[in-house]
């Protein structure tokens, strides 16, 4: 069975520093890997989706990567700022439509 | 915006009752999904469907019942709520990408 980890669990930076965020999975045949961030209280919202083929997705200051072979995605955050503050979790997608999550990190940043 | 609704987005109810959450959607998408997210567990998934009537079990299935009459609805029934069913719920759908959107979920607290 497919798992996803995401390391830290949470995370705090002060305002304007650049971060990371990984998320890995054990096993490399998915279809497509999606980061989501979700605010408290509220849904997950859709950040960045890379297909299977793809090495990386940017969208304004986030930009994800993929290593399939490797098991492994980053989401990368630009000059941080306090609004960025929420949970971020990675899905990966499987065969027969399946998406499995990791349990997210969760990020504070510090104005 | 995937254009999926939930509702209600709150209940509260008593154990032995039983509750429908109901997931309507506009985009005629195929594929449905009803997650629970609980603290230190994360999304998982309870039953899923693609298509009209056609429908499958997740990893957290009992307990629970679905039905898929039409393409934009998927009920999530509850026969019978136990304590351990308070969560929150959130449906999703899956776009021909495989891109995955979520509801703004249903709190549901079973006393």
């Known amino acids: 069975k497919q798992e996803v980890t995401q390391i830290p669990a949470a995370l705090s930076v002060p305002e304007g520093e650049n971060l990371v965020l990984n998320c890995s999975f054990t096993d490399s045949a998915i279809y497509n890997l999606q980061w989501f961030r979700q605010d408290p209280g509220k849904g997950l919202t859709s950040l960045l989706l890379i297909q299977s083929s793809q090495r990386e997705q940017t969208s304004g200051r986030l930009n994800a990567s993929l290593d399939k072979s490797s098991g492994r995605s980053t989401l990368y955050i630009a000059a941080s700022q306090p609004g960025d503050s929420a949970t971020y979790l990675c899905a990966v997608r499987g065969a027969g439509n399946q998406f499995y999550f990791g349990t997210g990190t969760s990020l504070t940043v510090i104005p | 915006d995937a254009g999926i609704t939930q509702s209600p987005r709150h209940k509260v109810t008593e154990t032995g009752t039983p509750v429908t959450l109901r997931c309507h959607q506009t985009?005629?998408?195929?594929?449905m999904y009803w997650y629970r997210q609980d603290p230190g567990h994360g999304l998982r998934l309870i039953h899923y469907?693609?298509?009209?009537?056609?429908?499958d079990k997740g990893e957290v299935s009992d307990g629970y019942s679905v039905s898929r009459s039409k393409t934009e609805d998927f009920l999530l029934t509850l026969e019978s709520a136990t304590s351990s069913q308070t969560s929150v719920y959130f449906c999703a759908i899956s776009e021909a990408t495989g891109e995955l959107f979520f509801g703004e979920g249903s709190r549901l607290t079973v006393l």
């Open positions: 985009e005629n998408h195929r594929y």
């Open positions: 469907s693609y298509g009209v009537k056609d429908t």
